[in-house]
């Protein structure tokens, strides 16, 4: 990878607010051109990191650079990144043109400039017939759509996305989700998009960051992170899953070999730092079948049936009164065991995956 | 926990961080100038030596605290008692404003009560009515209420009228005279705190209450007083600490009897007396005293914000 | 059937509101009555007439309150414009500016002339004027004004400034704002409507104050509240009664003003 492709170099940043960690040594490089989405749960310290590259938080140790230039001392008006606010934080006493000509005329461009400039933009946002318009006499979707054409107007080197889309409702978000990615491919402006919606994450983003607890969890593709999750919080909060205590006996080649609750022996890939001794084994639901007790790596009783409309859950607790879920899909011509009946469970090696903790 | 996290949060990045200091400086300037230095400057002469006919000796002297409190006789020269004439006048003063205080609760509880319970613009509507007569010059009011309870004032010509008397009620320059111009000129600032913390008051508690059996006696003295305490602990102190200073109703409403602290003070710089460092003593002593009120206030507040 | 029970409902409460409201404003509107008397006394009615309000523009004592009443205002003027200024910057500092060291103490000070009883302000102005060999005047009843008139200015500026969310500046400087122009260009508008109630209101305490300007005027300066004084120390004449009418007017348009653009600006939100 050459130095120039890396847009924004977050290397071991660390922000302290007095004696509480919000971000702990945290190391990022976010490539040029990337539609990049830092993903947690609320309080994590997604929003904190992304305020820490627009300017609005100082951080307490390492150093951010954009294209090469340490910019981590630099007040926000300084720095050629522009964000896209949760609740837009439009102006309210300036109509739409003056909004997103806020920015230009602060760069120091002339009104004819600047003004050409807001009708390349509001045109990339279908809002040219708004222009007009104050923001309080704009729907939700057209106010975010405003402060994205703002926040691109002066051609940032990134955009930074602070949970936009979560003030919509949920027809509209899906909506605006395939046309952020558009303009994204248009302007080829790196996007750094926060969010703690997993799905949101999941259909829009190159590459996606996991962050709990201040710390970075995983880096990687949705697929990887979903399928390949590198640890127990990163497999629990993508998408839902089995979490199975299992013993481990052996790891070799990444792969692990385990004893099963049953006492069955089973083989599947293991997350980096996979030990011998007690582990996880994690199984997505939809990855579990239901099976006759004497072919199976699992065996218990189904307890609880949750029906999900298209899918159904069924709950199986197994002898040691560990609970597996499994997704069936909701058909004529799918068995549903009943409460109380024994079955079996099998899933594939390729399906499972031993983490650490 | 949460709350302590967020401000320090804003604090550490706000707009004009750093530039605090030089956006006070004003106000430092204007208020330090022209309140903290006058006042400290009262201090210094309230230990300063009077001259006759007014004006002051630049020594240091405790003979204005001495006069308040000790009464040695025509020449000075007598043993020592304690002097009750100011003491008295003090007393009255407090008297008078506790009583006003009382009526300005009786009658401002129930009224922050009921407009904190209306709904939206019927709310917003009974409060600037309330609101309005507190901008009205106080001057202007306490004339209006010397004009209605003089002895041939509109009140008392109704009351004959109508024959309810037939002599007319001699209020003006009573000590009643001074407690209802009092509790008249300071009602709106029982009615405003009361009105806030009640507005406040999460009325999911009371059905709580009501449904595990509480009274409705029981649910507001062990639910609601407690919520709404500092909202009334706000208002007496708004209406008493004013009314202790008071100068236009005494002054205007009442007569000689009935002198309180204000008009001493007002006597020493205006009147005949002419004894600055007396004056500057008396008003010391009032100052400190209404510093107690506000210091006792402040713990209240900062206790209830602990818990 | 039983009666539901209101807990928000206690008997006795909205006659008690109504006592109140009566309690304030029959005294004012009594004297606004008795202000149209046609009689040389103000005890007898003797039918309606506006000759007490010719007699307040076009009388003997006329010169005496208008002159007074010019003074009033000017200083009201000069002192709202100056005490919201300083109050618009303090507000700045205590809501916008973080942590600093003497914020609290700060705060504390922005409050003191509420703290302080009147009459103390009064006098501790008087010596401090006096002891420093400044004539009073015009100048030291403005200066006067000026201190106890910041704290009345603070509030509604403050209160508005809090309900503006910091947002809008941060967005301005990610727009590449200077703080000047985060300050000028969004801060200021969007606290239009609280400047405008703080001036109002500030302007009123100034019209209004009596007990410091008596302290601290000099001899032969009369504001219209103490020209009122002086006269009603005479004993209580029709004519008082007619400029009192108007000064209660003045004071209610300015707080109904005051109220309006407050809510305005809540509207616009």
Redesign the interface.
Request: proline content about 13%.
């Given at each position: 990878m050459h130095m120039t492709d890396v847009a924004v170099d977050i290397s071991n940043v660390t922000k302290m607010?007095?004696s509480?960690t919000a971000l702990k040594d945290v190391s990022l490089a976010i490539q040029d051109n990337e539609f990049f989405t830092l993903l947690g749960p609320s309080g994590c310290g997604k929003t904190t990191l992304l305020?820490t590259i627009?300017?609005?938080?100082?951080i307490t140790k390492g150093a951010i650079r954009l294209y090469g230039d340490n910019i981590a001392d630099l007040?926000?008006?300084k720095r050629p990144?522009?964000?896209v606010?949760q609740?837009y934080?439009?102006?309210?006493?300036m109509n739409v043109t003056d909004n997103v000509k806020?920015?230009l005329l602060?760069?120091g461009q002339d009104d004819a400039t600047a003004s050409a400039r807001v009708g390349e933009v509001l045109e990339l946002v279908q809002l040219t017939q708004f222009a007009d318009r104050l923001p309080?006499q704009l729907s939700g979707g057209q106010q975010q759509r405003v402060a994205l054409a703002?926040?691109l107007a002066?051609n940032p080197k990134v955009l930074l996305l602070d949970e936009p889309l979560s003030a919509l409702d949920l027809k509209l978000r899906q909506a605006v989700r395939l046309e952020l990615q558009q303009i994204q491919h248009e302007t080829g402006i790196t996007f750094i998009f926060v969010t703690h919606d997993q799905e949101e994450a999941l259909t829009m983003s190159d590459r996606i960051a996991v962050i709990a607890d201040g710390r970075l969890q995983q880096v990687g593709s949705a697929r990887e992170i979903y399928e390949a999750p590198s640890n127990k919080f990163v497999a629990d909060f993508i998408g839902e899953t089995n979490l199975i205590d299992v013993t481990v006996i052996d790891v070799s080649n990444g792969n692990a070999t385990c004893t099963l609750p049953s006492g069955a022996t089973f083989t599947c890939p293991a997350a980096d730092g996979a030990q011998k001794g007690a582990g996880h084994l994690s199984v997505r639901p939809e990855r579990v079948a239901m099976t006759k007790p004497a072919k199976s790596l699992l065996q218990g009783k189904a307890s609880r049936q949750i029906y999900l409309g298209t899918d159904m859950h069924v709950e199986v607790t197994l002898d040691d009164q560990e609970v597996v879920t499994v997704r069936v899909q909701n058909s004529e011509t799918t068995h549903i065991p009943s409460i109380g009946e024994t079955v079996g469970l099998n899933f594939e090696a390729g399906a499972a995956r031993l983490l650490v903790d | 926990m949460a709350g302590a996290l967020t401000t320090s949060k804003a604090s550490n990045n706000s707009t004009y961080a750093g530039l605090g200091n030089l956006l006070m400086l004003p106000s430092w300037l204007v208020i330090g100038f022209f309140l903290v230095l006058p006042v400290g400057m009262m201090l210094i002469y309230s230990f300063l030596t009077k001259e006759f006919r007014g004006g002051i000796i630049w020594e240091f002297s405790l003979a204005a605290y001495d006069q308040f409190f000790f009464d040695r006789g025509l020449f000075g020269d007598d043993p020592a008692r304690i002097e009750w004439t100011y003491i008295k006048i003090f007393w009255r003063s407090i008297w008078q404003a506790g009583v006003a205080t009382f009526f300005c609760l009786l009658i401002g509880f129930p009224t922050a009560w009921f407009i904190a319970t209306r709904t939206g613009n019927s709310r917003s509507i009974w409060l600037f009515l309330i609101t309005i007569p507190y901008w009205v010059n106080l001057l202007i009011r306490t004339i209006s209420m010397k004009f209605l309870i003089r002895d041939t004032g509109p009140l008392n010509e109704f009351l004959i009228s109508t024959g309810i008397i037939s002599d007319p009620i001699h209020i003006i320059n009573t000590n009643f005279a001074v407690q209802l111009g009092l509790f008249y000129s300071y009602l709106p600032f029982m009615v405003l705190p009361i009105y806030a913390s009640v507005e406040r008051y999460n009325f999911a508690l009371s059905e709580a209450a009501a449904d595990l059996y509480a009274s409705r006696i029981t649910t507001l003295r062990q639910i609601i007083l407690p919520t709404v305490k500092p909202g009334i602990i706000a208002g007496c102190i708004l209406v008493f600490v004013p009314s202790l200073g008071a100068f236009l109703a005494p002054d205007l409403l009442g007569g000689a009897k009935t002198f309180m602290i204000g008009s001493l003070i007002e006597e020493q710089f205006k009147g005949n007396a002419g004894n600055w460092p007396f004056g500057a003593a008396v008003s010391m002593i009032l100052l400190s005293m209404v510093l107690i009120v506000l210091t006792y206030y402040a713990r209240q507040q900062s206790k209830s914000g602990e818990r | 059937m039983a009666k539901k029970l209101d807990i928000r409902r206690f008997p006795g409460f909205l006659p008690i509101t109504y006592l109140c409201l009566f309690l304030l404003y029959a005294p004012l509107i009594i004297v606004m009555i008795y202000s149209f008397n046609d009689s040389n006394s103000i005890t007898n009615w003797g039918g309606l007439s506006l000759r007490w309000y010719e007699d307040v523009f076009w009388g003997v004592e006329s010169e005496k309150f208008k002159t007074a009443a010019m003074n009033s205002l000017l200083i009201a003027v000069a002192a709202a414009i100056t005490s919201t200024s300083i109050a618009t910057m303090a507000a700045t500092a205590m809501l916008r500016a973080g942590r600093f060291r003497g914020k609290s103490i700060g705060f504390a000070l922005i409050n003191l002339p509420l703290m302080v009883p009147e009459i103390v302000t009064a006098v501790a102005l008087l010596i401090f004027f006096s002891m420093i060999g400044f004539t009073t005047g015009y100048l030291t009843i403005l200066l006067a004004h000026i201190v106890f008139c910041i704290p009345f200015a603070y509030l509604p500026i403050a209160a508005r400034m809090q309900s503006i969310e910091e947002v809008y500046e941060q967005a301005a400087l990610d727009l590449y704002a200077s703080r000047l122009d985060a300050f000028r260009l969004i801060l200021l508008p969007l606290m239009t409507p609280g400047i405008i109630s703080g001036f109002l209101l500030a302007f009123i305490i100034s019209l209004d104050d009596f007990i410091i300007t008596n302290f601290v005027k000099g001899a032969g300066i009369e504001t219209l509240p103490t020209a009122i004084f002086g006269a009603v120390k005479q004993g209580i004449k029709p004519n008082i009664m007619a400029i009192s009418t108007l000064l209660l007017l003045v004071s209610v348009v300015f707080v109904t003003l005051s109220y309006l653009v407050g809510r305005m600006g809540q509207n616009k939100k």
């Open positions: 607010y007095g509480f305020r627009a300017g609005f938080e100082d007040p926000p008006n990144v522009n964000t606010f609740q934080a439009l102006f309210p006493h806020f920015g602060r760069l309080s703002r926040a002066p | - | -």
